[in-house]
């Protein structure tokens, strides 16, 4: 089973698209900060995919990127930000990430972009 790591310090988001991520047949860990989900890397090894916000107390997102490809260079990562300043993509892609959703998340765009990126099918169409 492919886990997925999701960051965000918002409690709500992380429970609503962690179920996402189950129903999808996806293991979901969760983080509510960039230094949990180090933490999180180091005690269970890195995920098949990272989704992570930008905006968060103490380490931001894009820090939590930029560390993150230090120990896997090719971990697909995407970020689910409120945030859409070019510069802040434009970095976010210096620094590997695949995709930036902006937040809200449609559930079936956050799943089809998280298929996308893991190399699997796309999630059917309603």
Same mark, same amino acid.
């Given at each position: /089973?492919?886990t997925?790591?999701?960051?965000?310090?918002?409690?709500?988001?992380r429970?609503v698209?962690? &179920? #996402?991520?189950?129903? %999808? =047949?996806?293991? %979901?860990? $969760?983080?509510?900060?960039a230094e949990?989900?180090?933490?999180?890397?180091?005690d269970? =090894? $890195?995920?098949d995919?990272?989704? $992570?916000?930008v905006?968060?107390p103490g /380490?931001?997102?894009l820090e939590f990127?930029k560390r993150?490809?230090?120990?896997?260079?090719? $971990?697909?990562i995407?970020? /689910?930000?409120?945030?859409s300043d070019? =510069?802040?993509?434009?970095? %976010?892609?210096l620094?590997?990430v695949?995709a930036w /959703?902006?937040k809200p #998340?449609?559930?079936?765009?956050?799943l089809?972009k998280?298929?996308s990126?893991? =190399? &699997?099918?796309?999630?059917?169409?309603?």
């Amino acid at each position: /089973m492919k886990t997925v790591l999701l960051l965000d310090d918002a409690r709500s988001i992380r429970s609503v698209y962690a &179920e #996402v991520i189950r129903q %999808a =047949g996806f293991e %979901a860990q $969760t983080a509510s900060s960039a230094e949990e989900g180090l933490q999180h890397i180091v005690d269970h =090894g $890195t995920p098949d995919l990272i989704v $992570t916000d930008v905006n968060m107390p103490g /380490m931001s997102g894009l820090e939590f990127c930029k560390r993150v490809r230090l120990v896997s260079r090719h $971990t697909p990562i995407i970020v /689910m930000s409120a945030l859409s300043d070019k =510069g802040l993509v434009a970095e %976010a892609r210096l620094v590997g990430v695949q995709a930036w /959703m902006l937040k809200p #998340v449609e559930p079936e765009y956050f799943l089809n972009k998280l298929k996308s990126c893991l =190399g &699997e099918a796309q999630a059917l169409s309603s």
